[in-house]
């Protein structure tokens, strides 16, 4: 199974519809594909303690524990990634031990292209995930309204896609 993660909580969210493209390649190429929108299930501030054992958080554990790869749409603000998708991560800490992941990503402007790099060390260094060395970063001028109107990041989607599968099913067990 192959796990989408939308991170944006704007409901108008411009990382969603590159996590929606995304999607769209993977059921294409006939892959299970879990869909988690944080915007939809919202989950708890991590605390250290309680926040662990929400349901929400149970449940997106459970599919990060059983995605071959995960796919992260994410924001970008303050040249970072965003803090919902931070939190999930620390809320599913150990759950994300040695995935493959890959990023997409949405900024206002191209300055913060180095942005997903924050997230992609500690996936690296605290969980031992792949992290696909391609990535798609995608400005405002990328989309029309609600649709990915740029041919070239539709490519880049679609052939981090491809790149993704790839490592992923190198990876799997038995193979």
């Not at 031990?97 to 500690?122: E, I, P």
């Not at 609600?146 to 070239?152: F, G, N, S, V």
């Amino acid at each position: 199974m192959i796990l989408v993660l939308s991170a944006s909580l704007n409901p108008g969210s411009r990382s969603r519809i590159l996590a929606s493209a995304c999607r769209e390649k993977l059921e294409a190429a006939r892959r299970d594909v879990a869909w988690f929108d944080l915007a939809a299930t919202p989950l708890p501030f991590c605390d250290g303690a309680a926040a662990y054992g929400h349901p929400k958080v149970i449940d997106l554990g459970n599919l990060i524990e059983s995605a071959d790869a995960i796919f992260i749409a994410s924001p970008v603000y303050n040249f970072d990634v965003n803090a919902a998708i931070k939190n999930a991560v620390e809320l599913t800490g150990k759950k994300w031990t040695g995935k493959v992941v890959a990023m997409m990503l949405a900024a206002g402007g191209a300055g913060s292209y180095m942005s997903a790099m924050g997230l992609a060390n500690s996936l690296m260094l605290d969980f031992r995930c792949h992290i696909v060395p391609r990535f798609v970063y995608a400005t405002g001028e990328s989309f029309e309204g609600d649709k990915l109107a740029d041919e070239d990041i539709q490519s880049r989607v679609d052939l981090l896609v491809t790149e993704t599968l790839r490592l992923a099913d190198a990876l799997a067990p038995g193979v």
